[in-house]
């Protein structure tokens, strides 16, 4: 072993000072490789080095950048505002999933608003992408793909970035995996080259000051292919990722340094490209009208995006010594506190039934205004007694068994008047004045009251 060197795992980028056979981060096996050090400069040259002035922190200009909108509101949305200056973002997601489309529509619909736009494609043929260009651009730009968006096909980075000239404003790179940087030994996609395309493109962007978007592939496990050096490197990142054979695609920030990162985009894969999902409440909630029991509705936020959700519980009698509990769509723990709430709080026992709780349409629910929601139908599952129709529940719920407000709420409540909701049980300790009353309120501010006044008698 040579003085310096260190052992950098091509899987998760984890630097290691011992070479060994597996990664110690990531348990990955052989895919440690032994990078040298860099050559460190003479006391002399140190001494004649220039020096990079400091500036007053009061003296830098903090007006916010001036965006390039996309175009396409779900993307811009999720991006904080649309694409920044010198702003480098990396989108992710399986193969297939439609990250090439996205930009492609991305690239179109800017090149169409006038700023000419460079896409650069080291995994398809020009043919490949003009043909998709022709497809989608019909369709989904108005007036068709532009003349003034550029394709550059293959896989020479430099070549690619030889056709930056004055005017692009904008540019694509699908994908960071498959480009070979100059100057650096291996394969496109081993890691020091992966390393030198991302750092190569970020430098072009913040000297050109242009918005660039990397295309990075994942690992089989789902993440960012060498991500810790990716992700780092880059301001923004985004996952794109599709559930099963559904043809909806969302889109989130997992990191943003020019906006927040709770922010959901969604998209329908069609024969002619993606197009947004305006109505988002629709993808998740089914609009039975029938009162069935064990079914609550609640209004979640993701980012500042409100979404219908139906809460399903079943509960039936146990033949277990310990009941059972499963939860799809909302955390097991949570859900089993909440039983033990309504047993405790409710006087409602829980330990005679096995329980079973989902989120219809495979939505997963973090948000804690939920809570209310899910009690209201785990009670009425155990009650065998539907709740009232047309009603939603938001509230977060304390193990004393109080309500509390819910952030937003607001928003929650225009978006179930929008859906055809006619009331809503909310926390007494929301402040009422300032909310629309287009929906019928019921304030409560204990659980029990919520449940014991709300529960319709028990059928047959
Ligand atoms: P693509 O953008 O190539 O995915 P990625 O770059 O993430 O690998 O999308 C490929 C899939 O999308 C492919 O299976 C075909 C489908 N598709 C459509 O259904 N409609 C379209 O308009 C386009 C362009 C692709
Ligand atoms: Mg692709």
Redesign the pocket.
């Known amino acids: 072993m040579s003085a310096g060197v260190r052992y950098v795992c091509g899987e998760c980028g984890h630097i290691t000072m011992t070479r060994t056979g597996r990664c110690p981060s990531c348990g990955a096996w052989g895919t440690l490789a032994a990078e040298q050090p860099p050559r460190s400069g003479s006391s002399a040259s140190a001494a004649a080095r220039n020096v990079v002035p400091a500036r007053m922190v009061c003296a830098v200009d903090v007006r916010p950048p001036r965006r390039i909108p996309t175009g396409i509101g779900e993307l811009d949305r999720v991006l904080g505002g649309g694409l920044v200056p010198g702003g480098v973002v990396l989108i992710g997601?399986?193969?297939?999933?439609?990250?090439?489309?996205?930009l492609?529509q991305a690239a179109g619909q800017v090149a169409a608003s006038g700023l000419p736009v460079l896409y650069i494609s080291g995994?398809e043929s020009e043919a490949q992408v003009a043909l998709?260009a022709s497809?989608?651009g019909a369709a989904l730009v108005p007036g068709g793909m532009s003349d003034r968006l550029l394709l550059s096909c293959g896989t020479d980075l430099e070549g690619a970035l030889a056709n930056l000239s004055g005017d692009i404003s904008f540019f694509v790179l699908?994908s960071v995996q498959s480009m070979k940087a100059e100057g650096e030994s291996g394969w496109p996609g081993t890691l020091t080259q992966v390393r030198a395309v991302a750092q190569r493109v970020v430098d072009v962007a913040r000297e050109r000051n242009i918005p660039a978007v990397m295309?990075g592939h994942i690992t089989k496990d789902g993440r960012l292919a060498g991500p810790m050096l990716l992700e780092h490197m880059v301001d923004t990142v985004l996952n794109?990722s599709g559930e099963g054979y559904s043809?909806y695609r969302m889109l989130r920030a997992m990191k943003n340094r020019y906006g927040s990162t709770d922010e959901l985009g969604v998209f329908e894969?069609?024969?002619?490209?993606?197009v947004p999902v305006e109505d988002k409440s629709g993808l998740y909630w089914n609009r039975s009208d029938s009162a069935v029991p064990g079914v609550a509705m609640t209004v979640a936020l993701e980012g500042t995006t409100p979404l219908a959700a139906e809460l399903q519980t079943l509960a039936n009698p146990t033949v277990f010594p310990y009941p059972r509990r499963t939860a799809r769509g909302i955390e097991l723990n949570r859900f089993q506190l909440l039983a033990a709430v309504i047993e405790k709080r409710c006087g409602i026992p829980t330990g005679g039934h096995d329980l079973y709780m989902n989120v219809a349409g495979g939505l997963s629910i973090q948000d804690p205004s939920a809570d209310l929601g899910a009690c209201a139908a785990i009670a009425s599952a155990l009650r065998d007694a539907p709740l009232p129709a047309g009603t939603c529940w938001m509230g977060e719920v304390g193990l004393a068994g109080e309500v509390r407000p819910v952030t937003r709420l607001g928003l929650r409540l225009r978006e179930a008047a929008r859906l055809g909701f006619t009331s809503a049980v909310i926390s007494s300790r929301e402040r009422l004045e300032r909310l629309d009353a287009s929906l019928g309120l019921m304030p409560v501010t204990h659980l029990d009251e919520a449940i014991a006044g709300l529960l319709l008698k028990k059928r047959g």
């Not at 997601?93 to 996205?102: E, M």
């Open positions: 997601g399986q193969p297939g999933i439609g990250k090439s489309t996205l492609l995994e998709r497809r989608i699908d295309v794109f043809s894969m069609r024969e002619d490209g993606l």
